[in-house]
């Protein structure tokens, strides 16, 4: 194994001081009945704070909107119980020297009629109805919808920061309802909401710029954003280095602080004619801190290319290239997803030196503390 001292290293912005460069990646668990935070939810964040990470970003967390929920036992950043609980969790992180994000979500199309939630038969809120191309299946949302929708993201940041978190993190990714307009294939709207990727992007602008207003200067905003979707693997918002700095510009302007470049294997470059990783070019290009994220120490994928979820990760996989990748400044932070989940010491093993006895992921180990 490489030495680790570069993503030992602390880490000092305007915004946001961390201890090291190990950002704890947001992972949906499914494991708040009732759609509150638990003691076994506050233990789970509070071990991996005690264990040493820097930053950690809660999973994904429904804000206040009646459709943004698709999944069940999700926890919700909205009403009294919800946010209680989270007030727990941020004191028992800050009690063991850690920071900590939540991760403000809505699931857009993903949703289906009869999902938990305040109105259970309202089906999918989507740009256009669509959560896969071509094939509508839900609400297409209306400017009063999305309008509500914006109010909902700047609540929750608003309620974060009350509650003590250090940032907030906005879930631009994966084909959920931001990356639903950001993506052409679902959003075939031809209103101010769609169109042009300047367009497409109005509602993110939107939500950032709200939450900026509400909030002050002085909150981290973090936006995570894909080229992938979990409806197509190989979907891309940016063929190019310009078009990706077009894509990114706007965001920054609007007050995003950190990019969160989520992509499946950090060590894949992002285009032709240059080893640099999304989060490379997002750096390059914006000035930005920049997180990377995929496959950290695994040696194998968590939705392979037929779609199965691989709960089982195998042996532990050489940071050397990543290591290489800090030490060149290609990025500023480094997100670990599944290895932490069935590691809470990962931070541990970096700093020893014994990543290669990292134990395999596993679905039991999401159920273990609940």
Not at 354 to 361: H, I, N, R, S
Request: aromatic share 8%; glycine share 10%.
């Amino acid at each position: 194994m490489s030495n680790a001292t570069s993503l030992l290293r602390p880490f000092e912005s305007d915004k946001l001081t961390l201890r090291n460069r190990v950002v704890m990646a947001p992972m949906t668990r499914a494991s708040s009945p009732g759609n509150v935070p638990h003691a076994g939810n506050i233990e789970y964040y509070r071990r991996r704070a005690a264990e040493g990470v820097g930053l950690i970003v809660t999973e994904g967390t429904c804000i206040g909107h009646k459709a943004a929920n698709g999944y069940t036992n999700v926890p919700y950043f909205y009403g009294d119980e919800p946010l209680a609980g989270w007030a727990k969790v941020v004191e028992a992180v800050h009690a063991e020297g850690g920071k900590i994000a939540p991760q403000l979500w809505h699931v857009g199309g993903i949703r289906r009629a009869g999902t938990e939630g305040p109105e259970p038969e309202l089906p999918g809120y989507s740009p256009s109805g669509m959560v896969i191309p071509g094939k509508v299946t839900g609400h297409a949302m209306t400017v009063e919808d999305i309008e509500e929708t914006v109010a909902a993201f700047v609540q929750g940041a608003v309620d974060a920061q009350r509650l003590g978190f250090d940032a907030i993190e906005i879930h631009g990714a994966h084909g959920y309802l931001i990356d639903q307009f950001f993506w052409p294939g679902t959003n075939q709207r031809d209103d101010q909401y769609g169109g042009s990727m300047a367009n497409r992007q109005r509602i993110a602008i939107e939500i950032v710029e709200g939450i900026r207003a509400a909030c002050g200067d002085s909150l981290p905003i973090i936006f995570r954003f894909s080229q992938w979707k979990q409806q197509d693997y190989t979907a891309r918002l940016c063929e190019t280095p310009d078009e990706l700095d077009a894509f990114l510009q706007p965001l920054v302007a609007a007050g995003v602080d950190i990019f969160h470049c989520s992509t499946r294997r950090f060590w894949e470059p992002e285009f032709e004619g240059s080893d640099l990783n999304l989060a490379g070019w997002t750096r390059k290009l914006t000035g930005k801190t920049a997180i990377t994220v995929g496959s950290v120490s695994l040696n194998s994928d968590f939705l392979p290319e037929d779609g199965t979820a691989n709960f089982k990760s195998g042996n532990a996989a050489s940071i050397d290239n990543l290591v290489a990748r800090m030490d060149n400044d290609e990025f500023d932070l480094v997100a670990v997803g599944r290895a932490l989940i069935a590691n809470p010491d990962w931070v541990q093993h970096l700093t020893n030196g014994t990543l290669e006895q990292l134990a395999p992921y596993s679905a039991e180990l999401l159920l273990e503390l609940d």
